[in-house]
């Protein structure tokens, strides 16, 4: 279980499907080809921040803060009071990137070090850093430094334009930003009229439960973006699949899972949540361990001889995604039998089990 604090984003919506926000000290980069929203997704990013007693530091690479704070304006934003207070801009007026994350963004990290109140960080957009640098490697190496830095001061947005060429899903010019990133959402406009064309979707978040869909998102004056998520299943939801989990780990347990298996499957069973039922998973996986083809009962049997006996059993032919038949061909009456003396309850289909369970 995540227990780790969250930032909420202030982006309507989004929070609602990454744990309530990102992390402290992470990145989140936001991708969409121009005109997408990436600006507002930062404005309210930051206002949020604002209004909840943090700093902010705003970094951009070509336009003065002047117009940004006019821009902001227009979409709704009036940071006129926080301006220089609490909101402060880093314009990269000259072209020397490498200057800037080499000496001048650290210089004001280290500076900004023994300081209490929370910064939370724009750099919006990066793409003039990206397109300055052609050699991969090299950009690689700029990105990361730059990452490593800010981070130091908060949770950081960063928003970059993409170039997708026809049939690209994502484009190539931001796959090493989306690499380097914590976190990355994708922005998409789709020219078909109507209201909801404009679409989110999150391609990564580490160390997070997020959500999967693709979600539409509207422009709302005063508010900024406002993204239809719907909630991520309830804990309560999340439960519903514990006993199933539970025959399963006995089960792999049976099979001679070592402890690291057992482990991991105790931690899917905490984490699992899908609104579905974990079982195809755990044929697949218990396939891929081989706890399948290379078994039959017999060998089951005597392995559950040899360890304590546990009190339910899950068949393993269900669990098998084939050569089940087999397994089943090769189990004489008695031992059946045998398994309900010694207090083994054989379960033949998971699916009764899962009624039972509802
Ligand atoms: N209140 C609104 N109602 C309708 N559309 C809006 C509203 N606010 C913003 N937009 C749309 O969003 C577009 C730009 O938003 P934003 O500046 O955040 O995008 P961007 O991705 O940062 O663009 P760029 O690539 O030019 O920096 C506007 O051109 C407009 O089409
Ligand atoms: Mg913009």
Same mark, same amino acid.
């Given at each position: ?10 982006? +309507? ?68 009071? #926080?301006?220089? !207070? ?31 109140? !929370? ?19 090299? %950009? ?7 990452? #490593?830095?800010?981070? %130091? ?35 998409? #406009? ?76 105790? #931690? ?8 579905? +039922?974990?079982?195809?998973?755990? %044929? ?25 006996? +546990?009190?339910? %059993? ?5 669990? +098998? ?38």
């Amino acid at each position: 279980m995540n227990k780790e604090v969250r930032i909420p984003t202030g982006i +309507s919506g989004l929070d609602r499907v990454i744990e309530g926000g990102v992390r402290d000290n992470t990145t989140l980069l936001v991708v969409g080809s121009s005109g997408t929203g990436k600006s507002t997704f930062a404005m309210q990013y930051l206002t949020y921040g604002l209004e909840h007693g943090e700093n902010a530091l705003y970094i951009s690479m070509e336009e003065p803060p002047e117009q940004i704070m006019r821009e902001a304006r227009m979409l709704g934003f009036n940071l006129d009071k #926080y301006y220089e !207070k609490e909101l402060f801009f880093f314009h990269s007026k000259g072209k020397d990137f490498v200057k800037l994350v080499d000496e001048q963004l650290p210089a004001l990290v280290e500076a900004n070090k023994n300081y209490s109140v !929370k910064t939370r960080v724009v750099i919006d957009p990066l793409t003039p850093l990206i397109w300055s640098v052609n050699d991969k490697q090299e %950009q690689r190496e700029i990105i990361t430094k730059l990452f #490593y830095t800010m981070k %130091q001061l908060g949770p950081v947005l960063i928003t970059t334009e993409e170039h997708a060429a026809p049939g690209e899903t994502i484009g190539e010019d931001v796959l090493i930003p989306i690499y380097m990133s914590d976190g990355a959402v994708h922005l998409t #406009y789709r020219p078909i009229g109507g209201a909801f064309n404009r679409a989110l979707e999150i391609v990564k978040m580490r160390a997070t439960r997020h959500g999967e869909e693709v979600y539409p998102y509207i422009f709302v004056r005063g508010i900024g973006v406002v993204v239809r998520t719907t909630p991520l299943i309830s804990a309560e939801d999340m439960r519903k699949y514990d006993d199933l989990f539970d025959q399963a780990i006995r089960t792999a347990a049976d099979l001679g899972a070592n402890e690291t298996v057992l482990e991991r499957l105790a #931690y899917v069973k905490e984490n699992w949540s899908y609104p579905f +039922s974990p079982k195809e998973t755990l %044929q697949i996986f218990f396939e891929s361990q081989g706890f399948t083809d290379a078994l039959t009962r017999e060998e089951i049997a005597r392995r559950k001889e040899e360890s304590m006996p +546990s009190d339910v %059993q899950l068949d393993i032919g269900e669990l +098998s995604a084939n050569g089940s038949a087999e397994i089943t061909e090769d189990i004489p009456e008695e031992k059946n039998a045998d398994a309900e003396e010694e207090g083994l309850i054989e379960i033949d289909d998971l699916r009764e089990l899962e009624e039972m369970i509802q």
